[in-house]
């Protein structure tokens, strides 16, 4: 028979509703409540609120909100605070009831202004503490790698920076004079240059034939189970090998082991940061670009090889170079070169020798022993499978971040708010790893530690029966029935 169409009216008043109790026991975010401790932020940020005035929104549940908006990849503050009212395990999760006022998204900005950077990097490392604690961090290999975030500004707008230009041409033109007969030390050109008022501190950069106006986040995974130890957030124009000995000291900073393999793309392999890796006693896995003619049918720089007990270099017909008597255009350069009356004699001369006066020149560093050294670490297979984990541990742990976090555009403008966005996006993917792998030192949690949870948990549901009254029979007996089925249910810290 045909059933009657449903007429609801709403009631007035609702007896015996109980979020907690309509909570899945399975809910992740039940799992992450019990798991992460976000009342830590009161201490963290009751310095920064005055005695007197309008008394604030719980720093907790603000940090609770954050973390939802992340967490649920919302696309704004305001879309958040408009849906939390409709979601039960939101308000739950965040200690509201259902007949509970919530807050105006302006609470999150302010707050987030007032607090800074600094509060979102603790909670960063509280993730990070326990993920050490839990056994899932080696620290011993670790991989480096960047990615671009698109700025919240338009690039077509941006145009030069005429302040800073101007503070270059005033007062320093001596300084100019020296900086342009020296190399750049970064990459702050005429595209580095060139701003969108929105976003001041976005800058221009490019990366695969694409240009961005926006930011670079620089991290550090860890190669046991790829947990993010090192989030360094600087402008798009920024490069890589500029990061590294930073990256490495915040890694060893963060997680009190020092690296012993530190794994990177060729972007990274210069001779400072490989000495920088020698003085440290660690290992790199990195390659360097080569240098050298690449025209057809002339010899390279890499094909001669240097005997360094006769301070010579062998071209590869097996004529010798010698040492020049004057220095290279660099500081730390020496030039070897061959007799012309030598090369002459050659059948490659005409493709190998560029001079008009002088035979095959190679310009050489005397710290390219440095790049030697980083050659002769480790063999082949072992690069080859060291780099082929960084491809799916580092590019994997950016792709994961762009596909459910929304990591590849700026939320918000300015470089410390970006900053913010990159600590809450790595923290959370930390803590997906964490609530995977378990919090036994990556060990399967027992099942009599998750019979002794569930049993304390239900001891609490009947006392509050016999002093309240309410009706907690049916959260009850679910647990009965999900601990007989499934013990690991109720597994918590």
């Given at each position: ?10 009631k ?5 509703v109980?979020?907690?109790r ?18 830590f ?52 999760f ?10 105006d ?33 080696d ?20 145009h ?36 969108n008022?929105s ?53 060893q ?8 393999i ?55 017909t ?10 290279g ?17 050659c ?10 006066r ?18 002769s ?27 459910n ?20 996006i ?20 027992s ?6 949870a569930?049993?304390t948990r239900?001891g609490?549901l ?32």
């Amino acid at each position: 028979m045909l059933g009657k169409p449903k007429q609801t009216e709403p009631k007035l008043f609702y007896h015996g509703v109980s979020l907690e109790r309509r909570m899945p026991v399975e809910h992740p975010l039940r799992r992450i409540k019990q798991l992460v401790d976000f009342d830590f932020i009161r201490s963290q940020v009751a310095d920064l609120y005055g005695a007197n005035g309008n008394q604030s929104v719980d720093p907790a549940v603000i940090l609770k909100l954050m973390f939802l908006l992340f967490y649920e990849n919302i696309k704004s503050e305001r879309a958040l605070l408009r849906q939390l009212p409709l979601r039960m395990d939101w308000l739950w999760f965040c200690d509201y009831d259902l007949d509970e006022a919530t807050p105006d998204h302006s609470v999150l900005s302010k707050a987030r202004n007032r607090w800074g950077s600094e509060v979102f990097e603790a909670f960063f490392l509280n993730i990070l503490e326990q993920c050490i604690n839990a056994g899932l961090v080696d620290g011993e290999t670790i991989y480096i790698d960047s990615s671009t975030i698109d700025g919240n500004a338009d690039i077509r707008k941006a145009h030069p920076h005429l302040r800073k230009i101007s503070k270059e041409l005033t007062g320093k033109l001596d300084e100019a004079e020296q900086k342009q007969s020296l190399p750049p030390d970064n990459d702050d050109d005429q595209l580095g240059k060139r701003i969108n008022p929105s976003d001041p501190d976005a800058r221009i950069g490019c990366k695969y034939g694409k240009s961005t106006l926006g930011y670079k986040d620089h991290r550090v995974i860890d190669d046991k189970h790829g947990i993010i130890t090192s989030t360094i957030t600087t402008p798009a124009n920024t490069r890589d090998d500029k990061v590294l000995k930073q990256s490495v000291h915040t890694h060893q900073a963060n997680t009190s082991v020092k690296a012993k393999i530190v794994t990177a793309d060729k972007i990274y392999g210069t001779i400072d940061n490989y000495k920088f890796l020698h003085d440290k006693g660690a290992t790199p896995c990195i390659s360097h670009p080569r240098f050298g003619c690449k025209s057809p049918g002339r010899f390279s720089h890499d094909q001669f090889l240097y005997d360094k007990k006769h301070d010579c270099y062998i071209c590869p017909t097996g004529q010798k170079l010698t040492p020049a008597k004057h220095r290279g255009t660099y500081t730390g350069d020496e030039r070897y070169y061959a007799e012309r009356k030598t090369c002459k004699q050659c059948s490659f001369f005409a493709e190998c020798v560029s001079s008009e006066r002088l035979g095959r020149t190679i310009c050489h560093r005397k710290e390219a022993t440095y790049i030697e050294w980083a050659d002769s670490c480790l063999s082949k297979s072992e690069r080859k499978s060291l780099m082929g984990r960084r491809q799916y541990k580092a590019e994997g742990s950016f792709a994961d971040g762009a596909n459910n976090y929304g990591f590849k555009r700026a939320r918000w403008r300015g470089i410390e708010k970006v900053k913010i966005q990159n600590l809450m996006i790595t923290a959370i993917q930390n803590l997906g790893k964490l609530l995977r792998y378990g919090q036994n030192n990556g060990n399967p949690i027992s099942s009599s530690t998750a019979i002794k949870a569930a049993f304390t948990r239900i001891g609490k549901l009947l006392l509050e029966l016999l002093t309240t009254g309410m009706p907690y029979v049916s959260e009850y007996q679910i647990i009965k029935e999900q601990l007989r089925l499934n013990p690991e249910t109720f597994t918590r810290k």
